[in-house]
């Protein structure tokens, strides 16, 4: 399909075990966004990747949380030794980031992967 | 001081009625500014975008946007039960372009 795909879109996990979550953005959008939303809460940010630029990973909770983007493309966003706490849904978005010299913010959103935490 | 700030709500607005959602940012150098709306289990989608300062149109929805004031609303008029959603509002900032959002506004529209 043409949209943000997500994978997978539900996982059970034990407590201290790794997931790995992919995200695969519109081809051609060159800004892409994890973000984290918990039970009836907001958008938590993770991290952002723009183009080649170092990603702001400012969001991220804590060092058992990584992301990488390859080829500018298909992203995986990695939690290590996971808690009770990471269970949530994990959203990946992408933007078309720079576009005719400016910056164009219209997200388009995965249907996320639901992570749980046993 | 949070970067965008919304009031969590709930609103409640019966059907017909006017919704008023607000919004206000912290980063005078923003430069876009989104609403999104979020379903109870799904993911959010884009409604309206709003660059310049006054008001932008479409449908039912209306977004206003102060720069001065560093203030942006969502205007839904006639008010259905199927908005009944979460309102996302996002900002672009300057510096790093990265978009940044608030918290949400339950909304409620009562039949």
């Known amino acids: 399909g043409a949209g943000v795909s997500q994978s997978p879109s539900n996982k059970v996990t034990e407590k201290g075990k790794d997931v790995e979550l992919r995200c695969d953005p519109i081809s051609g959008h060159t800004a892409l966004y994890w973000y984290r939303q918990s039970l009836g809460q907001g958008l938590e940010f993770l991290i952002y990747f723009q183009g080649n630029s170092a990603p702001d990973k400012s969001g991220l909770p804590s060092d058992r949380f990584s992301a990488e983007r390859t080829g500018g493309s298909v992203s995986t966003l990695t939690i290590q030794r996971t808690q009770q706490e990471d269970s949530a849904v994990y959203l990946c978005?992408?933007?078309?980031?720079?576009?005719?010299?400016?910056?164009?913010?219209?997200?388009?959103f995965g249907e996320g992967s639901r992570l749980t935490v046993l | 001081q949070k970067e965008v700030e919304q009031n969590s709500g709930p609103l409640s607005v019966p059907e017909g009625a006017i919704a008023s959602l607000n919004c206000t940012y912290s980063?005078?150098?923003?430069?876009?500014f989104f609403w999104y709306r979020q379903y109870s289990g799904k993911s959010p989608e884009l409604i309206m975008f709003i660059y310049s300062n006054g008001d932008k149109e479409d449908g039912r929805f209306t977004a206003q946007l102060n720069k001065a004031s560093q203030y942006v609303s969502l205007l839904i008029r006639d008010s259905q039960p199927s908005d009944s959603a979460t309102y996302l509002c996002?900002?672009?900032?300057?510096?790093?372009?990265?978009?940044?959002f608030g918290t949400g506004t339950k909304l409620q529209v009562i039949p």
């Open positions: 980063d005078r150098g923003s430069q876009s």
């Open positions: 996002a900002v672009l900032t300057g510096g790093y372009q990265k978009v940044t």
């Open positions: 978005a992408s933007s078309l980031g720079l576009a005719g010299g400016q910056y164009t913010g219209e997200l388009f």
